[in-house]
């Protein structure tokens, strides 16, 4: 019986499966019963209970049944006792009437309890049963595909829909822990070698394990850098992303070549970390220090792909940090030096699909600079048209090579995202030129690649927030249009979004100016229809923003003044 509940409920999930997928459900089953909920959720109250320490036993069908049993009676009293049901989807569940007949059955016998998806094989459509999408309503879902949420992110939602415990609050303790691992993997290098220089015999040995832990501790810190932090910013958790880069800025590797380009890759992340928190000056100095040791690496190493990589991720940290801060000559020096390092990368390897996203980028960013310095100097100074359409050209060049990316690629939303970014500056290009039609047709060709990627993962904040932007831009150009009542639907989505992720992070600058921004907008789209009242609560909700924003020196403080001059209240 599992603890603390009613001696009807015996197990905590029913794993249903197709026979055909039986080694990846013993996997699953395995890593569910054998998960610890870290010691400070234990206890919790939840809408499913108190938290338990762990979450056993599961029942696994055809696994748990005793020989000889009655198979649908045993399968039912084990349907009637689970607390949830979790189903491994796949094109061959999708096709087992086995499985089809356990979702029905659960659903009849507990129709408020949690039917939890992880899909092991192909997309929803391919992959769910009919009878969890037979009302409309998608299940929640954990995608342990690679590229996809894996299965360390995908166990992590699975025991979130169990226990009713926010996956925010899992995947810090998941972060803490993996943190815990790199210094014990670290501290015990670091004896392992101290132990085998003292023993002369043995000192080839010795120089094999030590190369070997400090591989291994760059491995982790490989992964704090990159598919944790990934997670973390799905997760919208500034202060624990912080924390991740703070350790892995301890433990970078040494003094090797791949201890330095690791150095770096931390410097880049803690400053990303800092603009977030509307730390521009900050967020500089580490964009500098990169820049610094880049540097000294790219002329130790001219032709060292790795090496010319990361410097120019550091040539564009500071030019995007000038950017940022309104100094576009010094944002497009660098970034001028950033597109010819991915021009020369891909020069490297034509069919590499990383140097190719570079090479988009270098566009891109050149496309980003000649446009704002347009809207600096004005539509009625001379050129002003001119660098609208340069800009343009190079946002499609940029849009090519991601959509040939993306083809190599199907199921990389970074890449699907990319594309999308690049049709919203495409989108503002055609604003500036007054072509609205245009430019609308080309918000709501990225408002659909991001729709695509908010739904493969529902609860990543960082793809809600770029969500609710698509949707403000979308309200903003309709109402250009005239159409002022299909404005406000657009934003009406926008500013849920912008709330929900605001309520979830406060501190998040970035998630607060947009909010602001958004709100100050609505009241000028409710004030088109005549509908003053409500037009009044938007403008006031924008001032209580506009005031959080300067209480934390935001750099857009005065773009959101702006949005607020002029309407009458």
Not at 506 to 527: C, D, F, H, K, V
Request: glycine fraction near 6%.
């Amino acid at each position: 019986m599992v603890e603390g509940t009613s001696p009807r409920v015996a197990y905590w999930g029913f794993l249903s499966y197709s026979h055909k997928d039986r080694r990846a459900a013993t996997k699953l089953h395995r890593r569910l019963e054998s998960y610890r909920v870290p010691a400070k959720l234990v206890g919790l109250p939840m809408p499913a209970g108190d938290v338990p320490s762990k979450l056993y036993p599961i029942f696994r069908d055809r696994e748990d049944l005793s020989a000889g049993a009655d198979l649908s009676v045993q399968v039912q009293e084990a349907l009637a006792s689970s607390r949830a049901l979790i189903i491994l989807c796949s094109p061959n569940a999708k096709a087992s009437v086995w499985v089809t007949k356990e979702i029905e059955t659960f659903r009849q016998l507990h129709p408020n309890r949690p039917i939890l998806a992880a899909i092991l094989e192909g997309g929803p459509q391919d992959a769910f049963p009919d009878p969890l999408t037979r009302w409309g309503n998608e299940p929640i879902a954990a995608n342990l595909r690679d590229g996809e949420d894996g299965w360390r992110l995908g166990l992590l939602k699975i025991i979130s829909g169990m226990t009713a415990v926010p996956l925010d609050a899992l995947v810090q303790r998941d972060a803490q822990r993996q943190l815990r691992r790199v210094m014990t993997v670290t501290v015990s290098a670091m004896i392992l070698v101290v132990a085998m220089t003292t023993l002369a015999a043995f000192a080839v040995r010795a120089q094999n394990d030590a190369e070997r832990q400090r591989a291994q501790s760059e491995g982790l810190v490989e992964y704090m850098l990159t598919d944790l932090r990934d997670k973390l910013k799905g997760v919208g958790r500034l202060d624990v992303m912080t924390a991740v880069n703070e350790r892995a800025m301890r433990y970078y590797g040494g003094d090797s070549v791949k201890g330095q380009l690791l150095k770096a890759r931390t410097l880049h992340a803690l400053g990303e970390d800092d603009q977030k928190r509307g730390d521009v000056a900050g967020a500089e100095k580490r964009f500098l220090v990169a820049l610094t040791l880049t540097t000294s690496l790219a002329q130790s190493e001219p032709r060292n792909p790795a090496v010319i990589f990361a410097h120019a991720q550091s040539q564009y940290w500071v030019g995007q940090n000038a950017e940022q801060s309104g100094n576009l000559e010094r944002a497009s020096t660098y970034y001028r030096h950033y597109a010819a390092a991915g021009h020369r990368l891909r020069q490297l390897d034509p069919a590499n699909p990383d140097y190719m996203m570079e090479d988009g980028w270098g566009h891109l960013n050149e496309g980003i600079v000649i446009q704002s310095q347009a809207a600096k100097i004005g539509s009625e100074a001379p050129g002003y048209a001119e660098r609208i359409v340069a800009s343009n050209a190079l946002f499609e060049n940029a849009a090519g090579t991601f959509a040939l990316v993306l083809a190599k690629r199907p199921a990389d939303q970074k890449v699907r995202f990319e594309l999308a970014n690049t049709k919203a500056w495409l989108s503002d290009g055609y604003f500036y030129l007054k072509d609205f039609n245009r430019a609308l047709a080309f918000r709501r060709e990225e408002n659909a690649l991001k729709r695509r990627i908010s739904k493969s993962d529902p609860l990543n904040r960082s793809s809600i927030f770029t969500l609710a932007n698509s949707h403000y831009a979308i309200a903003r150009i309709l109402n250009r249009l005239g159409s002022a009542s299909a404005a406000q639907a657009d934003m009406d989505i926008a500013l849920v979004l912008l709330n929900d992720l605001h309520r979830a992070d406060p501190g998040n600058t970035e998630w607060l100016e947009q909010l602001a921004l958004a709100s100050a907008y609505q009241s000028r789209i409710l004030l088109d229809q005549g509908k003053r009242g409500a037009a009044k609560s938007s403008f006031l909700s924008a001032r209580q923003f506009e005031t959080a924003a300067k209480k934390v020196n935001s750099p857009r403080s005065a773009e959101i003044s702006d949005a607020l001059r002029g309407v009458p209240f």
